[in-house]
């Protein structure tokens, strides 16, 4: 039996998920056209599921995807990082001939043996030399480079990185390589650091992953109605969507709960009540979802006393991205654009929580002796 799954990214094999076709038949467009994408969106928003997807479907139509991840690399040197990178590109390269049933031809073998990769420089050289290299049949030339928690880059590297994804983007060689790039992360690449001078990555297409939509909600549940064969109340998906506004771990947070661990008799059909009480576990239990929103919060006293404003109906914010305290939060999913041009909470449950956790501290009582004047 499949479940709902919370930790980490999703499979069908295993869990119930939402297809996304649209975005994943958009983002291999895109890949197709040759574009250097960037996904940025907040914490577990589904960035690296979606991606595993579309990697999938490009192996099948014989790309050659490359896939990386920047998580480990924040305090590494510039040449530590990129000669790690160059071990896991060379183990990714294997890997897709390995999948492919083939093996890398002895010339490729011996280009991996003798390069070296210690800067941007030589990254760029391995590239040209590569797509020579691999097999000129289909879309095997076409390298398709996916770098996911692209914000665990070195500070002191983004520049130089960021650079020769331009000057490959931009070059003239027949099959330029790569051909496509996938950059993924919850930081935008404005807000990483880059010595203060203006992006060097101004040739992007971005990519946006919205929350999942009522119907999506609806998709989800509807798998296990399908295999197990309990129902739930209609009202109940509604109400997910409501208080989540489709965040997708708190969906599958709500899901579990009543599926897993109310111990709901499998022939009763998931009630409100059960809901309810479901809902209250979701307010009281620190997941790691909640955890990563108070840890963000506390990275800057001013995102506290901004939200204190928003949360306050007489002093709201009006939504202004232009303001950095604003902009960084919108990054960390907390808040969102309301209908009435206000900065609004993004859902009920993080609400919840950040009433919780930063209550405005009742101001003292001052004790007034005779001496204190009245104002
Ligand atoms: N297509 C999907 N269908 C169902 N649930 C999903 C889907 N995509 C994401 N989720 C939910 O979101 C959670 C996080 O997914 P994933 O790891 O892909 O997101 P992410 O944005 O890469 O997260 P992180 O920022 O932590 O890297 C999953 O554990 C699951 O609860
Ligand atoms: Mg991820």
Do not use: W
């Amino acid at each position: 039996m499949r479940t709902f799954g919370t930790q980490g990214p999703v499979n069908p094999q295993e869990n119930y998920v939402v297809s996304r076709t649209e975005e994943i038949a958009d983002c291999i467009d895109r890949v197709k056209k040759g574009k250097y994408i960037v996904l940025f969106a907040p914490r577990q928003t589904g960035k690296t599921t979606l991606f595993r997807s579309a990697i999938d479907a490009l192996i099948a139509e014989a790309y050659f995807p490359i896939q990386l991840n920047f998580k480990l690399y924040v305090d590494c040197s510039v040449s530590d990082f990129y000669i790690s990178v160059y071990r896991r590109l060379r183990e990714e390269i294997n890997g897709i001939f390995e999948k492919r049933g083939t093996i890398p031809s002895r010339v490729l073998n011996q280009f991996l043996d003798n390069t070296e990769v210690t800067n941007q420089v030589s990254m760029i050289e391995f590239f040209r030399q590569l797509v020579n290299l691999l097999p000129a049949h289909d879309n095997s030339q076409k390298v398709v480079l996916i770098i996911d928690e692209f914000d665990g880059i070195p500070p002191d590297a983004v520049r130089g990185f960021l650079h020769s994804l331009r000057y490959i983007y931009l070059g003239q060689s027949e099959v330029r390589c790569p051909y496509s790039v996938g950059i993924i992360g919850v930081k935008d690449i404005t807000q990483l650091n880059y010595d203060g001078s203006i992006s060097p990555f101004n040739i992007q297409d971005e990519f946006h992953l919205p929350n999942f939509t009522l119907a999506q909600v609806h998709e989800l549940l509807e798998q296990y109605t399908e295999e197990v064969g309990q129902a739930f109340a209609p009202e109940i998906i509604t109400a997910i969507h409501k208080q989540t506004a489709g965040q997708p771990f708190l969906v599958n947070r709500y899901a579990q709960i009543l599926t897993e661990e109310m111990g709901v008799p499998k022939l009763e059909t998931i009630a409100m009540t059960h809901f309810s009480k479901a809902h209250t576990q979701l307010l009281r239990e620190r997941n790691i979802h909640i955890e990563y929103l108070l840890t963000n919060i506390r990275r800057n006293p001013l995102f506290e006393s901004l939200l204190t404003r928003v949360i306050s109906y007489k002093r709201g914010v009006r939504f202004n991205i232009d303001n950095e305290i604003i902009d960084e939060l919108v990054t960390y999913g907390v808040i969102a654009k309301r209908p009435d041009g206000m900065c609004g909470i993004a859902n009920p449950i993080y609400r919840h929580h950040i009433q919780e956790n930063f209550k405005p501290l009742p101001s003292k009582p001052q004790a007034r002796t005779p001496d204190t004047p009245l104002r």
